[in-house]
C-alpha cells in the first residue's frame, strides 16, 4: 500500500476522535401563569454557549423584554466554581446558575439558565428543572427591581420544552481531513496507473 496514503490513515485516526462536535440549535419554550418566555440556545457537548429570547409578563414586566443568556464568562458574573455562577440583579437579588443544557428532558438542570432581561442590569430570569429525572416540571424566577425601584420577585412552575432547529457544518478541521484523504486516494491511483515504456 502506498506509503503516504497509510500515513494519511492513520493521521484520520488519530485526529478523528479529537475532532469538535457540531454546535447544535435549539429553540425553546418556557410557560406558566404569569410568564411566556421563548428563545434559542448554542448548544456543544451539553454546554449552552450563548442565547437569546423573549419573555413577556403582563403583571411583572408591562410586556415583551429581550433576553440575553448569562455564561460564566460574562461581565459581571461571580463565578463559583464547578460550572456554577450567580449574577446579582437590581434590588440586590442573586440568581444562580449553570450552563448545562441536557439533549432531552430534564432540559436544563436543577440550577438552570440564567438570563439578563433587556441586557445585564435591573431584572433577570432563571429556570431550572424541578427534578433530575424525566417527565418533571420546571420553576421559572423572574427578580430585579422592576427598572422603577420597585423590588421585582415572582415565581411559578411551568411548563419547558425545546426542540433542535439547526445542526451547523462540520468543524473546518473535519472537512480539511476529508480533502487530505482524498488527495492521498488520488495519489494513490495515479502511482498505480501502467507506464508505457518505449521499444527499440
Given at each position: 500500500?502506498?506509503?503516504?496514503?497509510?500515513?494519511?490513515?492513520?493521521?484520520?485516526l488519530i485526529?478523528?476522535?479529537?475532532?469538535?462536535?457540531?454546535?447544535?440549535?435549539?429553540?425553546?419554550?418556557?410557560t406558566?401563569?404569569?410568564?411566556?418566555?421563548?428563545?434559542?440556545?448554542d448548544?456543544?457537548?451539553?454546554?449552552?454557549?450563548?442565547?437569546?429570547?423573549?419573555?413577556?409578563?403582563?403583571?411583572?414586566?408591562?410586556?415583551?423584554?429581550s433576553l440575553?443568556?448569562?455564561?460564566?464568562?460574562?461581565?459581571?458574573?461571580?463565578?463559583?466554581?464547578?460550572?456554577?455562577?450567580?449574577?446579582?440583579?437590581?434590588?440586590?437579588?442573586?440568581?444562580?446558575?449553570?450552563?448545562?443544557?441536557?439533549?432531552?428532558?430534564?432540559?436544563?438542570?436543577?440550577?438552570?439558565?440564567?438570563?439578563?432581561?433587556?441586557?445585564?442590569?435591573?431584572?433577570?430570569?432563571?429556570?431550572?428543572?424541578?427534578?433530575?429525572?424525566?417527565?418533571?416540571?420546571y420553576?421559572?424566577?423572574?427578580?430585579?427591581?422592576?427598572?422603577?425601584?420597585?423590588?421585582?420577585?415572582?415565581?411559578?412552575?411551568?411548563?419547558?420544552?425545546?426542540?433542535?432547529?439547526?445542526?451547523?457544518?462540520?468543524?473546518?478541521?473535519?472537512m480539511?481531513?476529508?480533502?487530505?484523504?482524498?488527495?492521498?486516494?488520488?495519489?494513490?491511483?495515479?502511482?498505480?496507473?501502467?507506464?508505457?515504456?518505449?521499444?527499440?
Open positions: 500500500m502506498n506509503s503516504h496514503l497509510v500515513g494519511l490513515i492513520v493521521t484520520a485526529a478523528g476522535p479529537s475532532v469538535a462536535a457540531a454546535d447544535t440549535i435549539y429553540d425553546w419554550t418556557y406558566d401563569g404569569s410568564v411566556s418566555a421563548t428563545g434559542t440556545l448548544v456543544s457537548n451539553g454546554q449552552a454557549l450563548s442565547g437569546t429570547g423573549t419573555i413577556t409578563s403582563s403583571a411583572y414586566l408591562g410586556g415583551s423584554e440575553t443568556l448569562l455564561t460564566a464568562s460574562s461581565p459581571g458574573v461571580d463565578d463559583l466554581g464547578n460550572g456554577n455562577f450567580s449574577y446579582r440583579f437590581g434590588g440586590g437579588t442573586d440568581l444562580i446558575g449553570d450552563t448545562i443544557f441536557n439533549s432531552g428532558d430534564p432540559w436544563v438542570s436543577t440550577n438552570g439558565l440564567v438570563f439578563a432581561i433587556g441586557g445585564p442590569g435591573d431584572n433577570g430570569f432563571n429556570v431550572w428543572a424541578n427534578s433530575t429525572g424525566p417527565g418533571g416540571s420553576t421559572g424566577f423572574l427578580a430585579g427591581d422592576g427598572g422603577n425601584g420597585n423590588i421585582l420577585y415572582e415565581t411559578g412552575v411551568g411548563e419547558f420544552a425545546a426542540s433542535v432547529t439547526a445542526v451547523p457544518a462540520p468543524a473546518a478541521s473535519l480539511l481531513l476529508s480533502g487530505l484523504v482524498g488527495l492521498g486516494l488520488i495519489g494513490l491511483r495515479r502511482k498505480a496507473a501502467p507506464q508505457l515504456t518505449a521499444i527499440g
